[in-house]
């Protein structure tokens, strides 16, 4: 992909907040929903559109999550560096004979 962010700019945006919050999706977000974000974002802060200052280092900030999450060697590679997903279980399920019976 042309232009696209080093893997070493993506801790440094996430100091700030997540990747995935600089786009407002979830970290279970499909390549559809990271793109219809980033569009929508895009639409709204481009720098031609506004002149702030503000809205342009959003943009930019805006352009590399999206850089980094529509690529999935990329977006492995900055998920491990999270951590774990909240929820996942990750493990087997524990049984314990009392919960299982039907009586």
Avoid at 12 to 27: C, D, I, N, Q
Avoid at 54 to 79: G, K, V
């Amino acid at each position: 992909m042309a232009g696209a962010v080093p893997l070493a700019t993506a801790p440094a945006l996430a100091a700030a907040g997540s990747l995935y919050e600089a786009l407002r999706v979830g970290r279970a977000a499909t390549q559809v929903e990271i793109k219809v974000a980033y569009r929508a974002m895009a639409k709204r802060l481009h720098p031609d559109t506004s002149r702030s200052s503000r809205t342009a280092a959003a943009f930019l900030e805006i352009q590399r999550a999206y850089e980094t999450l529509s690529n999935p060697d990329a977006r492995a590679h900055y998920d491990r560096s999270l951590g774990p997903r909240p929820g996942a279980g990750g493990g087997m399920r524990v049984r314990r004979w009392e919960t299982d019976q039907c009586w």
